[in-house]
């Protein structure tokens, strides 16, 4: 027996950046849902941008997943099976939730919208998919490059999951991490690549209407809905690290509003608020998610005292050739995932698109790296590079301010002595003959503890 529902309704621009919910009822015995939503118009008259609709899913007792993407709107789920971007599993009976997730509602449009909800108690025969989860071996400690950031068929890329990870593989990176929108649906897959050659890493993007956050080392979903969890981003933000989540700022000065919609962060209460990472160079440097303003926005919060680690991340969608893609090259004392966020976390990483940069500290006998805090009257900075071509040059960063700049032929080091009570916090960039970035390390802080936040 099938049973059908069906829902219309419509919505206009006042109805923008919210969450709608759509309850119907599951009875027992049911072994498939398909919901097919489809609304119109997909695109206003005269103007290039579309209503962008996506839903979000929730059975009796938790999320099913999300499918934020444009193309595909409808969705199946078995006990076995499910349309990427939802998580397969048995139909609790009870009441169901699917919610509209408005991203954008043009202001010209009325958009009609209806839901085809149907239950069917019919026997399904289908194998169960079973993922057995990949090992890595751990390797010891050493510098370890990867991506913390990136996307499948399960949000809005153009590609699947064994795609995404050959990526990892064509790229030479030991570690890939999967941060889909709003769902964690991929990751079992995913970790079932992981071998020696490369880690998979999992997460989440929370994909909010206000900004967009990488909630990475959990395979658990996380509720993203600003307004719907009644939470403002600071809690949603705890909950995460709560969890267990390395908790990333993503993409703060993208460009937003209208064309990308939240890809800017508009949360005035995490500016930064708690967070104390964020990524400054999202896919290629001099590309719309406007990373050279990210890194002054990071430079400013480092300069009001935050203790922040800023990241990398290719935020790929599908196959690219972006050779200013950065990376994060992070010292970490295993190649396994909670010992290369916690390096992250601390700040042990440099951001490079080719060359090899190593920074260290000694400051009253006690030496550190990238990262890390040196208290005592001076500081001793040693930078190690490699790799560097035709026109890059080294700029050593104090405060925000370049300090001292000169060009980095293939490889070198120096080294420079620094008085703490001007030098808060220095770093070093290399940057191109364009000055487009090539490769920024993190900080080394000077002081104690007390006089960071
Ligand atoms: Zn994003
Ligand atoms: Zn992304």
Same mark, same amino acid.
Request: charge should be negative; glycine fraction near 8%.
């Given at each position: 027996?099938?049973?059908?529902?069906?829902? @219309?309704?419509?919505?206009?621009?006042?109805?923008?950046?919210?969450?709608?919910?759509?309850?119907?009822?599951?009875?027992?015995?049911?072994?498939?849902?398909?919901?097919?939503?489809? !609304?119109?118009?997909?695109?206003?008259?005269?103007?290039?941008?579309?209503?962008?609709?996506?839903?979000?899913?929730?059975?009796?007792?938790?999320?099913?997943?999300?499918?934020?993407? &444009?193309?595909?709107? &409808?969705?199946?789920?078995?006990?076995?099976?499910?349309?990427?971007?939802?998580?397969?599993?048995?139909?609790?009976?009870?009441?169901?939730?699917?919610?509209?997730?408005?991203?954008?509602?043009?202001?010209?449009?009325?958009?009609?919208?209806?839901?085809?909800?149907?239950?069917?108690?019919?026997?399904?025969?289908?194998? @169960?998919? %079973?993922?057995?989860? =990949?090992?890595?071996?751990?390797?010891?400690?050493?510098?370890?490059? =990867?991506?913390?950031?990136?996307?499948?068929?399960?949000?809005?890329?153009?590609?699947?999951?064994?795609?995404?990870?050959?990526?990892?593989? /064509?790229?030479?990176?030991?570690?890939?991490?999967?941060?889909?929108?709003?769902?964690?649906?991929?990751?079992?897959?995913?970790?079932?690549?992981?071998?020696?050659?490369?880690?998979?890493?999992?997460?989440?993007?929370?994909?909010?209407?206000?900004?967009?956050?990488?909630?990475? =080392?959990?395979?658990?979903?996380?509720?993203?809905?600003?307004?719907?969890?009644?939470?403002?981003?600071?809690?949603?933000?705890?909950?995460?690290?709560?969890?267990?989540?390395?908790?990333?700022?993503?993409?703060?000065?993208?460009?937003?509003?209208?064309?990308?919609?939240?890809?800017?962060?508009?949360?005035?209460? +995490?500016?930064?608020?708690?967070?104390?990472?964020?990524?400054?160079?999202?896919?290629?440097?001099?590309?719309?998610?406007?990373?050279?303003?990210?890194?002054?926005?990071? !430079?400013?919060?480092?300069?009001?005292? !935050?203790?922040?680690?800023?990241?990398?991340?290719?935020?790929?969608?599908?196959?690219? /050739?972006?050779?200013?893609?950065?990376?994060?090259?992070?010292?970490?004392?295993?190649?396994?995932?909670?010992?290369?966020?916690?390096?992250?976390?601390?700040?042990?990483? !440099?951001?490079?698109?080719?060359?090899?940069?190593?920074?260290?500290?000694?400051?009253?006998?006690?030496?550190?790296?990238?990262?890390?805090?040196?208290?005592?009257?001076?500081?001793? +900075?040693? %930078?190690?590079?490699?790799?560097?071509?035709?026109?890059?040059?080294?700029?050593?960063?104090?405060?925000?301010? %370049?300090?001292?700049?000169?060009?980095?032929?293939?490889?070198?080091?120096?080294?420079?002595?620094?008085?703490?009570?001007?030098?808060?916090?220095?770093?070093?960039?290399?940057? /191109?003959?364009?000055?487009?970035?090539?490769?920024?390390?993190?900080?080394?802080?000077?002081?104690?503890?007390?006089?960071?936040?």
């Amino acid at each position: 027996m099938t049973q059908r529902t069906r829902i @219309e309704g419509s919505l206009d621009h006042r109805h923008q950046k919210q969450h709608l919910p759509f309850a119907f009822s599951v009875p027992p015995g049911a072994t498939k849902l398909t919901i097919r939503f489809d !609304y119109s118009p997909k695109i206003s008259d005269g103007q290039s941008l579309t209503n962008d609709l996506s839903l979000t899913l929730f059975d009796p007792q938790g999320a099913r997943g999300a499918r934020h993407n &444009n193309r595909d709107r &409808n969705l199946t789920i078995t006990a076995h099976s499910a349309t990427p971007g939802y998580v397969p599993g048995a139909l609790q009976p009870g009441i169901w939730t699917v919610w509209i997730d408005s991203h954008r509602l043009l202001p010209s449009s009325v958009v009609t919208f209806t839901f085809e909800i149907e239950i069917s108690d019919e026997p399904v025969s289908e194998p @169960e998919q %079973v993922w057995i989860k =990949g090992k890595t071996a751990p390797r010891g400690s050493g510098w370890y490059r =990867g991506d913390l950031h990136g996307h499948t068929y399960h949000s809005d890329a153009s590609w699947d999951v064994p795609d995404f990870v050959q990526y990892g593989r /064509d790229y030479k990176l030991d570690f890939v991490t999967l941060t889909d929108h709003n769902t964690i649906s991929p990751l079992a897959q995913h970790d079932s690549y992981s071998a020696d050659d490369l880690l998979t890493m999992g997460g989440m993007e929370m994909t909010t209407y206000y900004g967009h956050a990488l909630a990475l =080392g959990l395979r658990q979903w996380l509720e993203w809905r600003v307004d719907a969890a009644d939470a403002a981003m600071p809690e949603l933000a705890d909950r995460a690290r709560y969890a267990g989540a390395t908790y990333i700022i993503a993409h703060p000065l993208s460009v937003g509003d209208p064309f990308c919609t939240g890809c800017d962060w508009q949360y005035p209460d +995490m500016m930064p608020g708690s967070a104390r990472c964020v990524e400054v160079w999202n896919g290629p440097w001099d590309g719309a998610s406007n990373n050279p303003l990210a890194l002054e926005l990071w !430079y400013s919060w480092l300069n009001q005292g !935050y203790r922040m680690a800023a990241t990398a991340g290719s935020d790929i969608h599908g196959a690219a /050739d972006y050779a200013s893609f950065g990376f994060n090259n992070v010292y970490a004392e295993a190649l396994r995932e909670d010992a290369i966020l916690t390096a992250i976390r601390q700040g042990h990483l !440099y951001l490079s698109s080719g060359p090899q940069l190593e920074l260290t500290g000694r400051a009253s006998q006690h030496s550190g790296m990238m990262g890390d805090l040196l208290a005592g009257d001076s500081l001793t +900075m040693q %930078v190690t590079w490699r790799g560097c071509a035709e026109g890059d040059h080294l700029r050593l960063i104090v405060n925000g301010q %370049v300090s001292e700049e000169f060009s980095c032929l293939n490889s070198g080091q120096h080294q420079w002595t620094l008085d703490t009570a001007q030098a808060r916090w220095c770093l070093v960039e290399i940057r /191109d003959a364009k000055n487009d970035m090539r490769a920024v390390t993190n900080p080394i802080f000077t002081g104690t503890e007390a006089g960071w936040r």
